[in-house]
């Protein structure tokens, strides 16, 4: 029971006095770390423990929110606030808590523009312990639904289903498969002498999947970390792996990167959960041994009409084998945009533009091309979606990024989301690329709207 004396009770009342006054987003991230991701947050809410006394805070604060404005790297734990907030109206029967899950309704299309899943998880379990009406029955509902069906749709799960269905059947099992030269331990660094890996599978979390591994111990160690999501780190300069299924053949092209050879036979296979079927184990040493030959690439590198001649399965993984690879389509790319090729320049740019390490300048050729604005091609709307997809990750990288994914927005007719984005960029005080926005023809139509037209910084 939350109460004066608890630490976290001080910090979110400060919070929530600071947060009436004053942008809630300012004091979120002080109380974020500390409350409201903690374990326990949810069953307090549902079991009414937080004090009554935060209510009329709590309104204000949420009064002050526009969920919409989830966008570039606005911070999760905000809207994990938010949500704890809600949840501390409905549980207490407030009436505002329906209005105030209302206006969270647009996190579901924010989100997607992530692969972050977290927040709708956790609005789902607010929504899960209150009930403050039919509509937020039938949202909480479709949540429900489409975390189902992402968990259902989750690769460790498929895999396992498929190589080792026994195990797929365990709840909350894990598998961490290690490899190494000769036999490893199942850590990094006892007794590492050369690079060392580690795949996670995790079927019945968000995670998926995710992949270490580790030179030797010391001042020039390198590392290489990806996931579901993506890479993160990338010290070897590996081919990139775009579905879990291929791993054992991601693992035979990136060898020589690592300059070893895997002694897959000797991989060590840790099973982890309160039951172990009988077999599992040798079922998963056997995918990992089905090695697959690693393509051989010439060392001359194509010209953009070679790599336009290539099908799309080849161009992919010739772009996913080494970041050299890449780094010269981005320039092929750039040359047949500059020779106005532009459906050319953007079959490269398809290709390019959802790889981890896409250069910043290849990212503002590949949304300038993407504009039917720039190059008076028909607006082809799934392209739209998946370039503004990726400029809105890096929103605040350059103003051209800023600038160019509005444009987009513009042209796809998503007025929710572009007034989100001059609503992120003004409050993040991103004066050049508002600057940009006043000054690009597009998007004079938005200067017509008030309020737009005060935080682009052009009210007259």
Excluded at 269 to 294: D, F, M, N, Y
Excluded at 307 to 317: T, W
């Amino acid at each position: 029971m939350y109460g004066e004396g608890d630490p976290d009770f001080v910090v979110l009342n400060a919070f929530l006095d600071e947060a009436s006054r004053t942008r809630v987003d300012k004091a979120a991230r002080v109380v974020a770390n500390r409350f409201f991701r903690s374990s326990d947050v949810f069953a307090s809410v549902a079991k009414s423990q937080l004090p009554k006394e935060l209510l009329p805070a709590a309104r204000k604060a949420l009064a002050a929110v526009d969920s919409v404005e989830i966008l570039g790297d606005l911070k999760l734990e905000d809207s994990m606030l938010q949500c704890g907030l809600v949840g501390l109206l409905a549980a207490h029967g407030d009436k505002a808590a329906l209005s105030s899950l209302q206006k969270l309704l647009p996190l579901a299309s924010a989100l997607a523009l992530s692969s972050n899943t977290d927040l709708r998880d956790a609005f789902c379990k607010v929504l899960q312990t209150v009930d403050v009406g039919p509509k937020t029955a039938a949202l909480r509902d479709a949540l429900e639904r489409e975390i189902r069906a992402r968990n259902e749709a989750n690769p460790a799960l498929q895999l396992l289903q498929r190589i080792a269905p026994a195990l797929a059947e365990v709840p909350d099992v894990g598998v961490d498969i290690w490899l190494d030269e000769r036999e490893p331990a199942p850590l990094f660094g006892v007794g590492q002498e050369t690079t060392r890996l580690v795949l996670r599978l995790r079927p019945h979390q968000s995670t998926g999947w995710e992949i270490g591994a580790y030179s030797r111990p010391g001042k020039k160690q390198r590392q290489y970390q990806s996931d579901a999501n993506g890479i993160t780190q990338d010290d070897f300069d590996l081919p990139i792996l775009r579905t879990l299924d291929d791993f054992p053949a991601w693992l035979a092209r990136a060898e020589p990167a690592f300059g070893k050879s895997f002694a897959r036979d000797k991989a060590l296979i840790r099973i982890l959960g309160k039951k172990k079927p009988k077999g599992a184990a040798a079922q998963l040493a056997a995918w990992v041994s089905t090695a697959e030959a690693a393509p051989a690439f010439s060392k001359q590198l194509p010209g953009a009409e070679g790599l336009l001649a290539m099908s799309p399965a080849e161009r992919r993984a010739w772009l996913d084998h080494s970041a050299k690879h890449r780094r010269h389509a981005e320039q092929e790319a750039r040359r047949v945009l500059k020779e106005e090729r532009y459906q050319d320049a953007l079959a490269l740019f398809d290709d390019l533009i959802d790889c981890f390490d896409l250069s910043l300048v290849a990212l503002c050729n590949a949304l300038w091309a993407a504009l039917r604005d720039s190059t008076k091609l028909p607006v082809d709307r799934p392209r739209h979606e998946r370039y503004v997809r990726v400029g809105l990750r890096r929103l605040r990288e350059d103003p051209i990024v800023s600038v160019n994914s509005a444009c987009l927005l513009f042209e796809l007719g998503d007025r929710p989301r572009l007034r989100a984005l001059v609503k992120h960029l003004h409050e993040y005080g991103e004066e050049r690329a508002l600057q940009e926005m006043a000054n690009e023809p597009l998007l004079a139509p938005l200067l017509e709207d008030r309020v737009l037209a005060r935080w682009i910084g052009k009210a007259t």
